[in-house]
């Protein structure tokens, strides 16, 4: 690419129209979110109808790993990608590139781990993620296919990231989209015409993987801002380091995410046996509740860093305006979304679990229950979750990593603890809205600081 075309896609995120601007960016984005999280969604709905709630348990106990997986995929996909956008806003685009490079190796390098030490400790890592006697089996059929597909999971998920630094939002969105068209095509011929269960559906998932991973490593050769380089597929152990700090409230955020599957599950499978519901029914329920607000969530963090180039580019061509206008901008449209996710979960509640293809009595009581008590206070999301890719995008991981702490451990992880002791399985479902509520003081308080701040350097400019 020449430099005069260079210049004019950096004078275009500099310059242009924010409301314009965020729609190119972050539409293609949340459409790959979702997507993504259409995945599991579309596996617990074939499998629900397949083979039933206790499928579903099954495989919601593998789902911390996938997580997991998930996240350290996330560190190096958009540590090196706010790294990127940032480096491009200074004009020093050979350390940006250099920063890819050394993101994909480690993909790599983490894939192979996560295949390896899924194998060798499967067993018992499904009995600390909550299985029971009656699941146990389902799950290590699931598990010993997904893991085959975690390779290509990482490195499709990282580059993702990348790419969409790079402004091409759409062609991330279409390696996403291709992916779970076949994983949703595949599922039903797998689980239904061939018998196959949630084997069936493993295998559907990795071939959707596979493809995702291939469109998104055909990218190398069509980066807009660098021309990308063999030679930058080698570690530099400084700029490993930086991606990683940038990278680290996204790890974070899934590290989190899995503790709390896995402590939601024990506590609903302790807690569960003691009522009339059983563990496994909690267990499903939860999962189902979990997986169809990830939907949410994707629409919320795809327009979150829909915004991210722009918010580091303009934060590293120090212009502070933009960057809080633009900060405002997506605050509003993603509390919009969360408002509506919310009217959805608490009025629509059983047109959802239907979907599941759940019949019985008990499972639908409590999966009701889950949906309107867990996500009660889910109209706050947005702001919450884009408040923490903002601090991400500008490079103070320090503060996104305290929310996401905050939020998705510090709080959660011991109401889901002790209010059990008081409110027996149902209070797993309660510290869902209380510590929605916590999160928000917190990010209040965070977030106040850092815009007074750039109200002073506006000040100062014009002084």
């Known amino acids: 690419m020449s430099e005069k075309s260079i210049k004019i896609n950096e004078n275009y995120i500099e310059n242009e129209k924010l409301s314009k601007l965020i729609m190119k960016f972050s539409i293609p984005c949340v459409l790959a979110m979702v997507v993504n999280a259409l995945y599991s969604i579309v596996d617990q709905i074939f499998i629900g109808q397949g083979v039933g709630y206790i499928g579903n348990a099954a495989t919601n106990i593998t789902f911390p790993l996938v997580v997991l997986a998930l996240g350290f995929s996330l560190l190096l996909g958009d540590g090196a990608a706010a790294f990127y956008s940032i480096k491009l806003g200074e004009k020093n685009k050979e350390e940006g590139a250099k920063a890819i490079g050394n993101a994909i190796i480690l993909m790599v390098l983490l894939g192979l781990i996560f295949l390896v030490v899924g194998y060798i400790f499967m067993e018992k890592l499904l009995w600390s993620f909550g299985a029971t006697s009656t699941n146990i089996s389902i799950a290590l059929d699931y598990m010993r296919i997904i893991l085959i597909g975690f390779p290509f999971m990482i490195l499709a998920a990282g580059l993702n990231s990348i790419i969409r630094a790079d402004g091409s939002p759409e062609y991330s969105m279409l390696a996403m989209i291709l992916g779970a068209i076949v994983n949703i095509v595949l599922n039903p011929i797998f689980i239904f015409h061939f018998a196959m269960g949630v084997k069936g559906s493993a295998i559907a998932t990795i071939i959707g993987q596979i493809l995702s991973c291939i469109i998104s490593l055909m990218y190398l050769k069509k980066f807009k801002n660098i021309k990308f380089k063999i030679e930058y597929l080698k570690l530099d152990v400084k700029v490993s380091k930086t991606i990683m700090l940038f990278g680290v409230s996204s790890l974070i955020t899934q590290v989190a995410v899995t503790v709390i599957i896995i402590v939601s599950n024990n506590m609903l499978k302790n807690y569960g046996a003691q009522s009339i519901y059983g563990s496994d029914i909690p267990i499903s329920a939860i999962g189902i509740v979990m997986k169809v607000n990830e939907l949410l969530l994707g629409v919320v963090i795809g327009i979150a860093i829909g915004g991210q180039p722009i918010l580091g580019y303009n934060y590293g061509a120090k212009n502070f305006t933009r960057v809080k206008d633009t900060y405002f901008m997506l605050i509003k449209i993603s509390t919009v979304v969360s408002i509506i996710g919310f009217i ?24 009701l229950k889950s949906f309107k008590v867990f996500l009660s206070f889910c109209m706050f999301i947005g702001f919450e979750l884009t408040t923490c890719v903002f601090f991400q995008a500008i490079g103070k991981p320090a503060k996104a990593m305290i929310l996401t702490l905050c939020k998705q451990t510090f709080f959660i992880v011991p109401l889901m603890i002790i209010l059990p002791k008081f409110l027996g399985v149902l209070g797993v479902l309660y510290a869902g809205p209380c510590a929605e509520i916590l999160s928000v003081i917190m990010t209040v308080i965070l977030i106040t600081s850092e815009i007074r701040k750039y109200s002073k350097l506006e000040v100062k400019a014009r002084g």
């Open 344 to 367: 959805i979960f608490q009025f629509f509640t059983q047109n959802i679990i239907n979907l599941f293809g759940q019949n019985d009595t008990l499972y639908n009581e409590f999966a």
